[in-house]
Protein backbone atom coordinates (compact mmCIF):
# COMPACT_ATOMS: atom_id res chain seq x y z
CA UNK A 1 0.00 0.00 0.00
CA UNK A 2 1.35 3.75 -0.91
CA UNK A 3 1.37 5.98 1.67
CA UNK A 4 -0.49 8.15 -0.86
CA UNK A 5 -4.07 5.65 -0.16
CA UNK A 6 -3.40 5.99 3.94
CA UNK A 7 -3.50 9.65 3.14
CA UNK A 8 -6.79 9.13 1.30
CA UNK A 9 -7.96 6.87 3.98
CA UNK A 10 -7.50 9.68 6.46
CA UNK A 11 -8.93 12.04 4.26
CA UNK A 12 -12.64 9.86 3.48
CA UNK A 13 -12.83 8.66 6.81
CA UNK A 14 -12.91 12.22 8.22
CA UNK A 15 -15.50 13.38 5.46
CA UNK A 16 -17.79 10.64 5.93
CA UNK A 17 -16.97 9.80 10.08
CA UNK A 18 -17.91 13.42 11.24
CA UNK A 19 -22.02 14.52 10.44
CA UNK A 20 -22.68 15.23 6.69
CA UNK A 21 -25.99 15.65 5.27
CA UNK A 22 -24.87 13.06 2.35
CA UNK A 23 -23.16 10.31 4.09
CA UNK A 24 -22.66 9.91 7.54
CA UNK A 25 -20.87 6.69 9.08
CA UNK A 26 -19.73 7.36 12.96
CA UNK A 27 -17.44 3.99 13.17
CA UNK A 28 -15.66 5.28 9.68
CA UNK A 29 -13.95 8.22 11.90
CA UNK A 30 -11.58 5.60 13.36
CA UNK A 31 -9.85 5.19 10.27
CA UNK A 32 -8.49 8.34 10.79
CA UNK A 33 -6.70 7.76 13.23
CA UNK A 34 -5.75 4.34 12.66
CA UNK A 35 -4.52 5.58 9.19
CA UNK A 36 -2.24 8.52 11.02
CA UNK A 37 -0.66 5.28 12.64
CA UNK A 38 -0.35 3.71 9.75
CA UNK A 39 2.03 6.78 8.18
CA UNK A 40 3.48 6.94 11.94
CA UNK A 41 4.68 3.42 11.96
CA UNK A 42 5.63 2.96 8.31
CA UNK A 43 7.67 6.02 7.56
CA UNK A 44 11.31 5.66 7.41
CA UNK A 45 12.16 8.84 9.59
CA UNK A 46 9.59 10.69 12.46
CA UNK A 47 10.03 13.42 9.69
CA UNK A 48 8.63 11.70 7.14
CA UNK A 49 6.26 10.91 9.12
CA UNK A 50 5.26 14.39 10.27
CA UNK A 51 5.38 15.78 6.76
CA UNK A 52 2.95 13.13 5.39
CA UNK A 53 0.75 13.12 8.61
CA UNK A 54 0.43 17.09 8.09
CA UNK A 55 -0.56 16.19 4.62
CA UNK A 56 -3.20 13.49 5.80
CA UNK A 57 -4.44 15.71 8.79
CA UNK A 58 -4.76 18.99 6.31
CA UNK A 59 -7.00 16.91 3.73
CA UNK A 60 -9.04 15.66 6.33
CA UNK A 61 -10.04 19.09 8.25
CA UNK A 62 -10.33 20.74 4.66
CA UNK A 63 -12.80 17.78 3.75
CA UNK A 64 -14.88 17.85 7.35
CA UNK A 65 -14.81 21.89 7.59
CA UNK A 66 -15.07 23.12 3.74
CA UNK A 67 -18.17 24.95 5.16
CA UNK A 68 -16.09 27.51 6.66
CA UNK A 69 -16.02 29.05 2.95
CA UNK A 70 -19.47 29.26 2.78
CA UNK A 71 -20.29 32.50 5.48
CA UNK A 72 -17.26 33.96 3.74
CA UNK A 73 -18.19 33.62 0.18
CA UNK A 74 -22.10 34.15 0.95
CA UNK A 75 -22.07 36.75 3.50
CA UNK A 76 -18.56 38.15 3.62
CA UNK A 77 -18.71 40.18 0.08
CA UNK A 78 -15.38 38.23 -0.53
CA UNK A 79 -15.61 36.42 -4.01
CA UNK A 80 -15.58 32.84 -3.70
CA UNK A 81 -11.70 32.92 -5.17
CA UNK A 82 -11.09 34.73 -1.90
CA UNK A 83 -13.58 32.31 0.14
CA UNK A 84 -12.48 29.27 -0.93
CA UNK A 85 -8.89 29.36 0.56
CA UNK A 86 -10.13 29.99 3.80
CA UNK A 87 -10.93 26.35 4.79
CA UNK A 88 -7.92 25.32 3.08
CA UNK A 89 -5.54 28.01 5.06
CA UNK A 90 -7.61 26.64 8.05
CA UNK A 91 -7.18 23.12 7.21
CA UNK A 92 -3.27 23.82 6.93
CA UNK A 93 -3.20 24.66 10.12
CA UNK A 94 -5.15 22.33 12.17
CA UNK A 95 -3.16 19.60 10.24
CA UNK A 96 0.35 20.84 11.73
CA UNK A 97 -1.90 19.29 15.24
CA UNK A 98 -1.73 15.82 13.44
CA UNK A 99 1.80 16.14 11.94
CA UNK A 100 2.73 16.84 15.61
CA UNK A 101 0.99 13.32 16.43
CA UNK A 102 2.08 11.22 13.79
CA UNK A 103 5.85 12.88 14.26
CA UNK A 104 5.55 11.51 18.03
CA UNK A 105 4.17 8.74 17.31
CA UNK A 106 6.86 7.67 15.31
CA UNK A 107 9.05 8.12 17.60
CA UNK A 108 7.49 6.44 20.15
CA UNK A 109 7.41 3.16 17.95
CA UNK A 110 11.21 3.05 17.73
CA UNK A 111 11.41 2.54 21.36
CA UNK A 112 7.98 1.66 23.34
CA UNK A 113 6.91 -1.46 24.10
CA UNK A 114 3.48 -2.43 21.82
CA UNK A 115 1.24 -2.33 24.65
CA UNK A 116 3.20 1.30 25.88
CA UNK A 117 2.73 2.66 22.36
CA UNK A 118 -0.78 2.15 22.71
CA UNK A 119 -1.39 3.97 26.15
CA UNK A 120 1.10 6.59 24.72
CA UNK A 121 -1.23 6.86 21.54
CA UNK A 122 -4.34 7.86 23.71
CA UNK A 123 -2.91 9.94 25.86
CA UNK A 124 -0.79 11.84 23.14
CA UNK A 125 -4.46 12.09 21.46
CA UNK A 126 -6.14 13.76 24.24
CA UNK A 127 -3.31 16.11 25.03
CA UNK A 128 -3.61 17.03 20.95
CA UNK A 129 -7.20 17.82 21.56
CA UNK A 130 -6.54 19.21 24.47
CA UNK A 131 -4.53 21.55 22.89
CA UNK A 132 -6.48 22.29 20.19
CA UNK A 133 -9.20 23.77 22.42
CA UNK A 134 -6.88 26.16 23.98
CA UNK A 135 -4.14 27.20 21.47
CA UNK A 136 -4.11 30.32 19.62
CA UNK A 137 -8.10 31.11 20.89
CA UNK A 138 -9.20 27.51 20.40
CA UNK A 139 -10.87 25.62 17.72
CA UNK A 140 -12.08 22.07 19.09
CA UNK A 141 -13.99 21.74 16.17
CA UNK A 142 -12.80 17.91 14.65
CA UNK A 143 -12.71 16.51 18.43
CA UNK A 144 -12.88 12.39 17.58
CA UNK A 145 -15.58 11.35 20.18
CA UNK A 146 -18.35 13.98 18.81
CA UNK A 147 -18.55 11.45 14.97
CA UNK A 148 -19.79 8.95 17.52
CA UNK A 149 -22.74 11.40 19.20
CA UNK A 150 -25.42 10.40 16.95
CA UNK A 151 -25.15 7.19 19.08
CA UNK A 152 -25.49 8.11 22.49
CA UNK A 153 -24.54 4.63 23.95
CA UNK A 154 -21.29 5.12 22.84
CA UNK A 155 -20.63 8.40 24.23
CA UNK A 156 -21.12 7.45 28.03
CA UNK A 157 -17.54 7.22 29.13
CA UNK A 158 -17.83 11.18 28.15
CA UNK A 159 -19.40 11.38 32.15
CA UNK A 160 -15.96 9.95 33.52
CA UNK A 161 -12.99 10.77 31.02
CA UNK A 162 -14.68 13.76 28.98
CA UNK A 163 -15.15 13.83 25.32
CA UNK A 164 -10.99 14.76 25.10
CA UNK A 165 -10.40 11.32 26.96
CA UNK A 166 -12.96 9.23 25.43
CA UNK A 167 -11.56 10.41 22.08
CA UNK A 168 -7.51 8.85 23.15
CA UNK A 169 -9.62 5.90 24.21
CA UNK A 170 -10.74 5.26 20.83
CA UNK A 171 -7.11 6.51 19.35
CA UNK A 172 -5.56 3.79 21.87
CA UNK A 173 -7.91 0.71 20.28
CA UNK A 174 -6.50 1.60 16.66
CA UNK A 175 -3.16 1.62 17.83
CA UNK A 176 -4.15 -1.47 19.17
CA UNK A 177 -5.00 -3.12 15.92
CA UNK A 178 -2.11 -2.06 14.00
CA UNK A 179 0.19 -3.86 16.84
CA UNK A 180 -1.80 -6.70 18.33
CA UNK A 181 0.67 -9.35 16.10
CA UNK A 182 3.34 -8.34 18.33
CA UNK A 183 1.36 -8.57 21.66
CA UNK A 184 -1.42 -10.80 23.26
CA UNK A 185 -1.88 -7.67 25.74
CA UNK A 186 -2.26 -5.33 23.15
CA UNK A 187 -5.13 -7.50 22.47
CA UNK A 188 -6.67 -7.71 25.77
CA UNK A 189 -6.37 -4.03 25.78
CA UNK A 190 -8.61 -3.68 22.45
CA UNK A 191 -11.40 -5.87 23.72
CA UNK A 192 -11.84 -4.57 26.95
CA UNK A 193 -11.57 -1.04 26.19
CA UNK A 194 -14.68 -1.77 23.51
CA UNK A 195 -16.17 -3.66 26.08
CA UNK A 196 -16.31 -1.26 28.65
CA UNK A 197 -17.73 1.21 26.36
CA UNK A 198 -20.64 -0.57 25.29
CA UNK A 199 -21.35 -2.21 28.47
CA UNK A 200 -21.17 1.60 30.35
CA UNK A 201 -23.40 2.63 27.24
CA UNK A 202 -25.96 0.12 27.78
CA UNK A 203 -25.74 0.53 31.63
CA UNK A 204 -26.19 4.43 31.71
CA UNK A 205 -28.53 4.00 28.74
CA UNK A 206 -31.41 1.30 29.73
CA UNK A 207 -32.48 1.91 32.25
CA UNK A 208 -32.04 5.60 32.70
CA UNK A 209 -28.94 5.73 35.42
CA UNK A 210 -27.48 9.62 36.71
CA UNK A 211 -25.14 8.32 39.00
CA UNK A 212 -24.75 11.41 41.57
CA UNK A 213 -27.43 13.48 39.75
CA UNK A 214 -30.77 14.75 41.58
CA UNK A 215 -33.31 15.73 39.72
CA UNK A 216 -34.63 19.06 41.76
CA UNK A 217 -37.68 19.93 39.66
CA UNK A 218 -39.23 20.16 35.81
CA UNK A 219 -39.76 22.88 33.39
CA UNK A 220 -41.27 23.17 30.09
CA UNK A 221 -39.17 25.54 27.90
CA UNK A 222 -40.25 26.65 24.43
CA UNK A 223 -37.77 27.70 21.49
CA UNK A 224 -38.35 29.25 18.85
CA UNK A 225 -36.79 28.91 15.33
CA UNK A 226 -37.51 32.13 13.38
CA UNK A 227 -35.94 31.29 9.52
CA UNK A 228 -34.42 35.34 9.26
CA UNK A 229 -32.32 35.78 6.33
CA UNK A 230 -29.22 36.33 7.22
CA UNK A 231 -28.33 38.53 3.82
CA UNK A 232 -31.69 40.99 5.38
CA UNK A 233 -31.31 40.23 8.90
CA UNK A 234 -29.27 43.30 9.57
CA UNK A 235 -31.35 45.51 7.35
CA UNK A 236 -33.43 48.25 8.96
CA UNK A 237 -36.26 47.55 6.63
CA UNK A 238 -36.57 43.87 8.32
CA UNK A 239 -36.21 44.86 11.33
CA UNK A 240 -39.62 45.17 12.62
CA UNK A 241 -40.74 42.01 10.10
CA UNK A 242 -38.36 39.67 12.38
CA UNK A 243 -39.45 41.04 15.16
CA UNK A 244 -43.00 40.42 14.67
CA UNK A 245 -42.37 37.14 13.37
CA UNK A 246 -40.93 35.82 16.86
CA UNK A 247 -43.57 37.38 18.56
CA UNK A 248 -46.28 35.19 16.30
CA UNK A 249 -44.41 32.40 16.61
CA UNK A 250 -44.31 32.59 20.46
CA UNK A 251 -47.96 32.82 20.56
CA UNK A 252 -48.22 29.57 19.39
CA UNK A 253 -46.80 28.07 22.63
CA UNK A 254 -46.55 30.40 25.63
CA UNK A 255 -49.37 28.66 27.35
CA UNK A 256 -47.44 25.90 27.53
CA UNK A 257 -44.41 27.22 28.73
CA UNK A 258 -42.27 28.08 31.79
CA UNK A 259 -40.47 30.56 29.65
CA UNK A 260 -39.34 31.05 25.51
CA UNK A 261 -36.02 30.73 23.99
CA UNK A 262 -34.82 33.00 21.37
CA UNK A 263 -32.23 32.61 19.18
CA UNK A 264 -28.27 34.38 19.44
CA UNK A 265 -29.14 38.30 18.34
CA UNK A 266 -32.73 37.07 16.99
CA UNK A 267 -33.17 41.15 17.79
CA UNK A 268 -30.92 42.83 15.43
CA UNK A 269 -31.16 45.64 16.76
CA UNK A 270 -29.77 47.35 21.09
CA UNK A 271 -32.64 46.01 23.00
CA UNK A 272 -31.32 47.89 25.91
CA UNK A 273 -32.19 51.19 24.03
CA UNK A 274 -35.59 52.80 24.94
CA UNK A 275 -37.91 52.26 21.59
CA UNK A 276 -41.04 50.86 20.22
CA UNK A 277 -39.92 46.93 20.09
CA UNK A 278 -38.57 46.88 23.49
CA UNK A 279 -41.63 48.24 25.17
CA UNK A 280 -43.78 46.01 22.93
CA UNK A 281 -41.40 42.64 23.89
CA UNK A 282 -41.55 43.90 28.00
CA UNK A 283 -45.60 44.46 27.09
CA UNK A 284 -45.74 40.32 25.19
CA UNK A 285 -43.51 39.03 28.28
CA UNK A 286 -45.92 40.70 31.13
CA UNK A 287 -49.47 39.59 29.22
CA UNK A 288 -48.25 36.65 28.69
CA UNK A 289 -46.76 36.45 31.74
CA UNK A 290 -43.97 34.25 29.95
CA UNK A 291 -40.17 35.05 30.37
CA UNK A 292 -38.54 35.91 27.16
CA UNK A 293 -34.47 34.91 26.47
CA UNK A 294 -33.55 36.43 23.37
CA UNK A 295 -30.23 37.35 21.85
CA UNK A 296 -29.62 40.63 20.74
CA UNK A 297 -26.02 42.85 20.74
CA UNK A 298 -25.57 44.72 23.82
CA UNK A 299 -23.35 47.90 24.41
CA UNK A 300 -21.43 49.56 27.48
CA UNK A 301 -21.08 53.37 27.08
CA UNK A 302 -18.14 54.90 28.32
CA UNK A 303 -18.24 58.56 26.94
CA UNK A 304 -20.03 60.20 23.56
CA UNK A 305 -18.07 57.90 20.54
CA UNK A 306 -16.77 55.61 22.78
CA UNK A 307 -18.57 52.22 23.91
CA UNK A 308 -17.65 48.36 23.92
CA UNK A 309 -20.40 46.03 22.48
CA UNK A 310 -21.00 42.33 23.20
CA UNK A 311 -23.05 39.51 22.09
CA UNK A 312 -25.78 39.66 24.20
CA UNK A 313 -28.31 37.11 25.81
CA UNK A 314 -31.12 39.18 27.71
CA UNK A 315 -34.02 37.62 29.77
CA UNK A 316 -36.75 39.79 29.81
CA UNK A 317 -39.40 38.89 33.07
CA UNK A 318 -42.92 40.04 33.35
CA UNK A 319 -42.49 40.29 37.17
CA UNK A 320 -39.10 42.46 36.95
CA UNK A 321 -38.91 45.78 35.85
CA UNK A 322 -35.28 45.54 34.66
CA UNK A 323 -33.48 42.88 32.28
CA UNK A 324 -31.14 40.51 33.32
CA UNK A 325 -28.14 39.51 30.84
CA UNK A 326 -24.88 37.25 30.17
CA UNK A 327 -22.39 38.46 27.45
CA UNK A 328 -20.55 36.06 25.60
CA UNK A 329 -17.51 35.09 26.75
CA UNK A 330 -15.72 32.99 23.58
CA UNK A 331 -15.97 35.06 20.65
CA UNK A 332 -15.33 33.72 17.07
CA UNK A 333 -12.26 34.98 15.50
CA UNK A 334 -12.48 36.71 12.43
CA UNK A 335 -16.31 36.70 12.90
CA UNK A 336 -16.80 38.75 16.12
CA UNK A 337 -13.42 40.28 16.29
CA UNK A 338 -10.34 40.33 15.24
CA UNK A 339 -7.08 39.15 16.65
CA UNK A 340 -4.09 41.25 16.79
CA UNK A 341 -6.15 43.62 15.08
CA UNK A 342 -3.04 46.72 15.92
CA UNK A 343 -0.95 44.36 13.20
CA UNK A 344 -3.01 42.24 11.08
CA UNK A 345 -4.33 44.44 7.64
CA UNK A 346 -8.12 42.44 7.94
CA UNK A 347 -11.69 43.03 8.90
CA UNK A 348 -14.32 41.01 9.66
CA UNK A 349 -15.14 37.86 7.20
CA UNK A 350 -18.63 38.64 8.22
CA UNK A 351 -21.59 40.55 8.42
CA UNK A 352 -22.87 41.89 12.35
CA UNK A 353 -23.35 44.15 14.45
CA UNK A 354 -19.80 45.23 15.07
CA UNK A 355 -16.26 44.06 16.95
CA UNK A 356 -17.57 42.65 19.59
CA UNK A 357 -15.46 42.08 23.77
CA UNK A 358 -15.61 39.56 25.66
CA UNK A 359 -18.08 39.04 28.64
CA UNK A 360 -16.24 38.01 32.12
CA UNK A 361 -19.35 36.89 33.88
CA UNK A 362 -20.29 33.32 33.60
CA UNK A 363 -22.92 33.08 36.15
CA UNK A 364 -26.72 31.19 35.88
CA UNK A 365 -29.53 33.29 34.24
CA UNK A 366 -31.89 33.17 36.66
CA UNK A 367 -35.42 32.66 36.74
CA UNK A 368 -37.89 30.59 38.80
CA UNK A 369 -36.12 27.32 39.86
CA UNK A 370 -34.27 27.47 36.51
CA UNK A 371 -30.60 28.66 36.41
CA UNK A 372 -29.76 28.34 33.23
CA UNK A 373 -26.14 27.93 31.70
CA UNK A 374 -25.21 30.06 28.65
CA UNK A 375 -23.63 29.31 26.16
CA UNK A 376 -23.38 31.19 22.77
CA UNK A 377 -23.02 29.61 19.42
CA UNK A 378 -19.85 27.95 19.30
CA UNK A 379 -19.07 28.10 23.40
CA UNK A 380 -21.08 25.11 23.30
CA UNK A 381 -17.67 23.20 22.06
CA UNK A 382 -15.41 24.12 24.68
CA UNK A 383 -15.69 21.50 27.47
CA UNK A 384 -14.61 24.21 30.19
CA UNK A 385 -17.07 26.52 29.52
CA UNK A 386 -19.49 24.19 30.10
CA UNK A 387 -17.77 23.18 33.11
CA UNK A 388 -17.73 26.61 34.15
CA UNK A 389 -21.41 27.22 33.99
CA UNK A 390 -22.16 24.10 36.18
CA UNK A 391 -19.73 24.96 38.70
CA UNK A 392 -21.60 28.59 39.35
CA UNK A 393 -24.86 26.61 39.65
CA UNK A 394 -26.58 26.23 36.78
CA UNK A 395 -29.48 23.41 36.43
CA UNK A 396 -29.66 23.24 32.72
CA UNK A 397 -27.61 24.55 30.08
CA UNK A 398 -28.91 26.96 27.09
CA UNK A 399 -27.02 27.19 23.65
CA UNK A 400 -28.56 29.94 21.72
CA UNK A 401 -26.92 30.31 18.36
CA UNK A 402 -27.46 31.50 14.43
CA UNK A 403 -25.71 28.55 12.27
CA UNK A 404 -28.01 30.40 9.38
CA UNK A 405 -24.06 31.43 7.70
CA UNK A 406 -23.53 27.61 7.13
CA UNK A 407 -26.81 26.94 4.77
CA UNK A 408 -27.33 23.40 4.34
CA UNK A 409 -24.22 22.00 4.99
CA UNK A 410 -22.61 19.65 7.49
CA UNK A 411 -21.74 22.63 10.23
CA UNK A 412 -25.28 22.93 11.73
CA UNK A 413 -24.68 18.99 11.99
CA UNK A 414 -21.66 18.72 13.47
CA UNK A 415 -21.98 21.57 15.50
CA UNK A 416 -25.43 19.66 17.13
CA UNK A 417 -22.98 16.43 18.12
CA UNK A 418 -20.38 18.93 19.64
CA UNK A 419 -22.87 20.37 22.13
CA UNK A 420 -24.01 17.03 22.83
CA UNK A 421 -20.84 16.14 24.32
CA UNK A 422 -21.35 18.55 26.89
CA UNK A 423 -24.27 17.18 28.53
CA UNK A 424 -23.26 14.03 28.86
CA UNK A 425 -19.54 15.51 30.83
CA UNK A 426 -21.63 17.58 32.96
CA UNK A 427 -25.19 15.87 33.74
CA UNK A 428 -27.87 18.43 32.62
CA UNK A 429 -30.38 18.85 30.12
CA UNK A 430 -29.57 21.53 27.36
CA UNK A 431 -31.95 23.53 25.50
CA UNK A 432 -30.77 24.63 21.80
CA UNK A 433 -32.05 27.35 19.87
CA UNK A 434 -31.01 28.77 16.81
CA UNK A 435 -32.22 30.76 14.19
CA UNK A 436 -32.10 28.38 10.96
CA UNK A 437 -32.05 24.74 12.71
CA UNK A 438 -30.70 22.11 14.26
CA UNK A 439 -33.01 23.24 17.75
CA UNK A 440 -33.42 20.82 20.14
CA UNK A 441 -34.00 19.63 23.62
CA UNK A 442 -30.53 16.97 24.45
CA UNK A 443 -30.84 15.34 28.02
CA UNK A 444 -28.12 14.46 30.25
CA UNK A 445 -27.16 10.78 28.14
CA UNK A 446 -26.78 12.68 24.90
CA UNK A 447 -30.51 11.47 23.70
CA UNK A 448 -32.10 14.53 21.36
CA UNK A 449 -35.37 15.32 20.83
CA UNK A 450 -37.84 18.04 19.88
CA UNK A 451 -35.58 18.48 16.94
CA UNK A 452 -36.15 21.49 13.93
CA UNK A 453 -35.58 20.88 10.31
CA UNK A 454 -33.05 23.39 8.58
CA UNK A 455 -34.37 26.22 7.57
CA UNK A 456 -37.70 26.07 8.89
CA UNK A 457 -39.82 28.32 11.18
CA UNK A 458 -40.35 26.45 14.26
CA UNK A 459 -42.39 26.91 17.87
CA UNK A 460 -41.12 23.72 19.97
CA UNK A 461 -41.84 22.78 23.87
CA UNK A 462 -39.62 20.74 25.24
CA UNK A 463 -40.05 19.27 29.09
CA UNK A 464 -36.34 19.13 30.55
CA UNK A 465 -35.15 18.17 33.64
CA UNK A 466 -33.65 20.72 36.19
CA UNK A 467 -30.71 18.63 37.72
CA UNK A 468 -27.94 19.54 40.51
CA UNK A 469 -25.21 16.65 41.26
CA UNK A 470 -21.70 16.40 39.79
CA UNK A 471 -20.77 13.67 37.04
CA UNK A 472 -17.47 12.33 38.00
CA UNK A 473 -15.86 14.11 35.18
CA UNK A 474 -17.57 17.16 37.00
CA UNK A 475 -16.54 16.72 40.09
CA UNK A 476 -12.57 15.50 39.25
CA UNK A 477 -12.07 17.89 35.97
CA UNK A 478 -8.75 19.13 37.01
CA UNK A 479 -7.86 15.48 37.67
CA UNK A 480 -9.33 14.08 34.66
CA UNK A 481 -7.92 16.77 32.13
CA UNK A 482 -4.99 17.42 33.47
CA UNK A 483 -3.85 13.53 33.83
CA UNK A 484 -3.04 12.94 30.33
CA UNK A 485 -1.27 15.85 29.91
CA UNK A 486 1.33 15.01 32.53
CA UNK A 487 1.41 11.35 31.44
CA UNK A 488 1.85 12.17 27.86
CA UNK A 489 4.93 14.64 29.13
CA UNK A 490 6.86 12.12 31.21
CA UNK A 491 5.94 9.48 28.32
CA UNK A 492 7.72 12.33 26.15
CA UNK A 493 11.13 12.73 27.94
CA UNK A 494 11.05 9.09 28.23
CA UNK A 495 11.15 8.74 24.71
CA UNK A 496 13.62 11.30 23.87
CA UNK A 497 16.05 9.53 26.97
CA UNK A 498 15.86 6.35 25.35
CA UNK A 499 16.35 7.76 21.83
CA UNK A 500 19.49 9.41 22.59
CA UNK A 501 21.21 6.14 24.45
CA UNK A 502 19.72 4.07 21.67
CA UNK A 503 21.42 6.83 18.87
CA UNK A 504 18.89 6.32 16.55
CA UNK A 505 18.60 2.15 17.08
CA UNK A 506 15.10 0.73 17.13
CA UNK A 507 14.29 -1.30 20.16
CA UNK A 508 10.97 -2.63 18.58
CA UNK A 509 12.45 -2.40 14.70
CA UNK A 510 9.73 -5.27 13.56
CA UNK A 511 6.80 -3.01 14.28
CA UNK A 512 8.01 -0.77 12.11
CA UNK A 513 9.26 -3.02 9.29
CA UNK A 514 5.69 -4.81 9.56
CA UNK A 515 4.40 -2.29 8.76
CA UNK A 516 6.92 -0.92 6.29
CA UNK A 517 6.00 -3.47 4.19
CA UNK A 518 2.28 -3.36 3.82
CA UNK A 519 2.25 0.61 3.45
CA UNK A 520 5.28 1.31 1.01
CA UNK A 521 5.66 0.08 -3.10
Known amino acids: MHPAVAIIIAMLSAGIGYANPLLHLPTAILGFPLALGLIAFSSPSPRKAMKTGWIAGSLAAITSMYWIAYPVGVYGGLSWALAIPCPVLIGMFVGAYYAFYTYMLSHAVRVLSPFALCLFSGLLWTSMETAQGAMFTGFP ?59 LGGVRTSPQ ?17 GNINQAQKWNDEYKNTTFKKYLDLSRQITDQSDIVVWPETAMPFYLQDHGIMRTEL ?27 LYNRAYLISPDKKYMDWYDKSHLVPFGEYIPFKSILP ?170 ASTLRP
Request: aromatic residues 10%; charged residues 15%; contains cysteine.
Open 209 to 225: QFTNIKKTGEASIGFVQ
Open 282 to 308: INFATETKTPILTGAPGYVLHSKGDFS
Open 346 to 515: LGKLVQGAGDFLPGTDAAPLQSGDLAMGMLICYEGIFPELAQERVEKGANILINISNDAWYGKTSAPLQHLNLVTMRTVEQGRYMIRGTNTGISACIDPLGRVTKTTGLFVDAAVVAKAALLSGETFYHANYKTVTRTPLILTLLFTVWIIINRRINSGGNKYKGIITEH
Open 141 to 199: WMTLSSALAFRPEWIQSAAFIGAYGLSGLLVSVTAAILVCRKSHLVKIWAIAVVAFIII
